[in-house]
């Protein structure tokens, strides 16, 4: 009987090909929705992640936008609530790298990592302009490479009269956390939007607020410290070239802490008793004091002259307690932060004995009712 002959080595690996070509491929998605806007618009959107069943721990990519746009990040719920670390570095014109990274294997939940703030050129002409998501780089928890994709942005602008001073529907932001919501006397506040001027007036309910920065697209200032704390507030901001005006709610205090980056979490900025800055590559011992820096702690003992740099100590009326990794630890000091504006709250804490080294130790304080959002305090 005659054998039928054995295929050649070369068909096996191809059909091998084959059948490894058609096995689909899982990405983990950046997604950002495409917009529509009219100049001097402030259009606000989600950057958001799905990891599509992969396990990631880590992220790197660079966000690009068109010369008609200018973008601001601030870090989502999500992204607040992992134990991940952000880093973020202008690498060139209107270009933003963004590291997420951590120093566990914990994975990356999915959701918002960003609120995407895009501020529209006045000038723009209408037409479609683009916002890009490159050079997508993720990994697993052991340091694994992981398909990534990002498709392409797209913000339709309108053809439409332009908006002379816009905000976006966020309102006003803590300028240490980036988070909006109430309004307390003495806070520092950003505001991020379309100012033609760039040196506006603001007013909460007819009361000066002097601004501490300005450009055409971001105002920092600081509240009034005699606004009263009984009703919702209504902020107008006044530029040569229109005016706007923002209804905020009011608190008593609305505490968080300043941070080493840009978008309100992470490393915080603080300093270690030796006045070196805190960092994974300096950390703090245990034992030592800190000083962490803050706004939104509400009133003094007394009050201070809005604008005015606070010359000596004044502690909060209001008790500040803290929490170094969960365990509690001794406030020494919280009040004015002598040399800085009134608005600036400084914070002295103890580093508590026995804790781990950690170079991204969770901190919070307390002010009465409230609690700052998390940063992170490097410790040996």
Not at 49 to 65: A, H, K, V, Y
Not at 371 to 380: D, G, L
């Amino acid at each position: 009987m005659r054998k039928c002959p054995k295929p050649p080595v070369q068909a096996h690996w191809s059909a091998c090909l084959v059948v490894w070509t058609l096995l689909p491929a899982y990405s983990a998605v950046l997604s950002l929705a495409d917009q529509v806007g009219s100049p001097g618009q402030v259009v606000t959107t989600s950057l958001a992640f799905s990891s599509e069943g992969q396990t990631i721990s880590g992220l790197q990519f660079d966000l690009e936008w068109d010369q008609a746009l200018d973008l601001k990040l601030v870090a989502g719920d999500p992204l607040r609530q992992s134990t991940k670390l952000l880093f973020t570095a202008s690498i060139a014109p209107r270009t933003l790298r963004c590291l997420i990274v951590g120093m566990n294997k914990d994975v990356l939940p999915d959701g918002e990592l960003f609120k995407a703030l895009l501020v529209i050129d006045p000038k723009a002409a209408p037409g479609p302009v683009q916002l890009a998501i490159t050079n997508t780089v993720a990994t697993d928890p052991y340091g694994q490479s992981v398909p990534l994709q990002a498709p392409v942005t797209n913000v339709q602008i309108q053809s439409s009269p332009p908006v002379t001073v816009g905000f976006p529907s966020t309102g006003v932001l803590n300028a240490a956390s980036l988070i909006p919501g109430p309004v307390s006397p003495g806070e520092i506040v950003t505001l991020f939007g379309n100012l033609p001027s760039t040196l506006p007036l603001l007013f909460f309910n007819g009361k000066p607020a002097p601004v501490l920065y300005a450009d055409l697209n971001q105002v920092n200032v600081i509240v009034p410290f005699g606004l009263a704390i009984d009703a919702p507030a209504n902020l107008e901001v006044r530029t040569a070239d229109g005016s706007a005006i923002i209804p905020v709610p009011v608190a008593p205090v609305t505490p968080a802490i300043f941070t080493s980056g840009d978008a309100g979490m992470g490393q915080g900025a603080i300093f270690n008793q030796d006045y070196t800055t805190n960092s994974p590559s300096n950390p703090a011992t245990e034992g030592s004091i800190v000083t962490l820096y803050g706004t939104g702690f509400g009133m003094l003992d007394s009050q201070p002259v809005d604008g005015r740099i606070a010359d000596h100590a004044v502690r909060t009326q209001l008790g500040v307690t803290a929490s170094i990794a969960g365990v509690s630890a001794e406030v020494t000091y919280a009040g004015a932060a002598p040399g800085l504006v009134a608005g600036v709250v400084q914070i002295n804490v103890r580093v508590p004995e026995g804790l781990t080294p950690n170079l991204a130790a969770p901190v919070s304080l307390t002010v009465g009712q409230a609690v700052t959002p998390v940063v992170t305090v490097a410790i040996r």
